[in-house]
């Protein structure tokens, strides 16, 4: 708008910025061993590790380079991530919280264990995998971001791995989530240290 004056810009109105940012958003799907860039990891500490006061550092896994990734991307930036791997035959899916010292220790999931119980009886559970480290960043929330990388990972574990069955850990806030995607919750709530109240939580494909 001119007034005959100087000339004026106007500022488009924050949710009119965010609407337009959000239909350049990409999913992209990162193979094991494949490079990821610094935002995606920037994303999983900002989101995950930041608001826990972890150092930075944490937000990368030991196992990340044997792992599926997946995020949603907007202007070269990732503003939600995630990642699956497939969980060792001879493994539970217990493992470290990250790859640094102290880090606390996630439970296994006992169905996967030597001595299977009644929640999944007469199903074949493996080849099982693991969802781990998702997170959107604040602003971007409740746009479907999360939906859509949590479908990507099941279809590329399915695809990768021929995977019967999911398995994650996630914080009580985010069962919700997981519920509406179809995944269910198994056991009693415990504590991982440091980090807060969690449910285990399975899907068979």
């Keep these: 708008m001119n007034d005959g004056g100087s000339n004026k810009v106007y500022s488009l109105p924050p949710i009119a910025i965010l609407m337009e940012a959000e239909q350049k958003a990409n999913l992209r799907i990162f193979g094991m061993g494949e490079y990821l860039p610094p935002s995606y990891f920037h994303t999983r500490f900002t989101v995950l590790r930041q608001p826990l006061n972890y150092a930075s550092g944490s937000e990368k896994l030991a196992d990340d380079d044997k792992a599926i990734h997946a995020g949603i991307e907007i202007d070269n930036d990732f503003v939600a ?100 995607a179809g995944w269910k919750c198994f056991g009693e709530e415990y504590d991982i240290v440091g980090i807060g109240p969690h449910m285990s939580m399975f899907k068979l494909f």
């Design 81 to 180: 991530v995630g990642r699956i791997h497939k969980i060792d035959s001879n493994c539970d899916g217990g493992q470290a919280d990250h790859a640094g010292p102290d880090a606390p220790l996630c439970p296994g999931f006992a169905p996967l264990g030597k001595e299977n119980n009644a929640i999944t009886a007469n199903m074949e559970l493996r080849p099982a995998c693991q969802i781990r480290q998702m997170g959107t960043l604040n602003k971007w929330q409740r746009r479907g971001f999360a939906a859509r990388i949590l479908r990507a990972l099941e279809d590329a574990a399915q695809e990768k791995w021929s995977c019967n069955s999911g398995w994650l850990q996630a914080r009580i806030d985010a069962v919700p989530f997981y519920t509406n």
